[in-house]
């Protein structure tokens, strides 16, 4: 019984992940653009880091299901307790993230990840005070690994704006009921995770 809960919890990830993907690609770009070598400085220097969390679920049409389809995701991500561990960003306190993606989708992956998002980056927490600037994003049209089509967005470069040419990867995991996915298919779903842009 419990194996059979991980089987149905990981393609609402693997979704989420195509999704996450699909934003981060938006706020960074292709993350496929990255030296071989470059993960592990990337991480030691990362220029931003914040907890993510859908402001409303992100929704997909048509549904996500088993099978293969072609879909459009939408959301909008906030972005809070950013952090600058290099220094470089200590005016950036919050942000938030809107998303536009399509891609080809299952429960449990995602491929020829398009779309663009944007973010804007605010100087107090939980976007208050000025805005410090606004960041345009691209997907990683391969996708990466993860729990569903938002991750695909949680993995790409920045092409404009603050920390231009930049790449941003994230995690995010769902915050809502995704064990329909397989059956009468997902329409929507809430995340919360992390983004580092390094």
Do not use: Q
């Amino acid at each position: 019984m419990h194996r059979g809960t991980r089987t149905e919890y990981r393609p609402a990830r693997v979704l989420l992940a195509a999704v996450v993907t699909l934003l981060a690609t938006v706020v960074t770009g292709p993350a496929a653009t990255a030296a071989p070598d470059a993960a592990p400085s990337a991480r030691a220097a990362a220029t931003l880091r914040c907890s993510l969390r859908t402001a409303s679920p992100v929704t997909f049409s048509p549904a996500v299901s088993g099978t293969p389809r072609n879909v459009t995701a939408r959301g909008t991500v906030n972005l809070n307790g950013c952090t600058s561990p290099d220094g470089r960003r200590k005016s950036i306190r919050s942000g938030r993230l809107t998303v536009r993606g399509s891609g080809r989708a299952t429960c449990s992956r995602v491929s020829g990840v398009r779309g663009s998002a944007t973010v804007t980056w605010y100087s107090g927490a939980g976007r208050t005070g000025r805005v410090v600037g606004r960041s345009a994003v691209t997907p990683a049209a391969a996708g990466v690994s993860g729990y569903t089509p938002l991750d695909s967005f949680l993995s790409g470069r920045i092409t404009s704006g603050p920390m231009a040419g930049r790449h941003i990867t994230g995690r995010a995991a769902p915050t809502t009921n995704v064990s329909s996915c397989y059956g009468r298919g997902l329409r929507s779903v809430g995340l919360r995770g992390t983004v580092t842009v390094s």
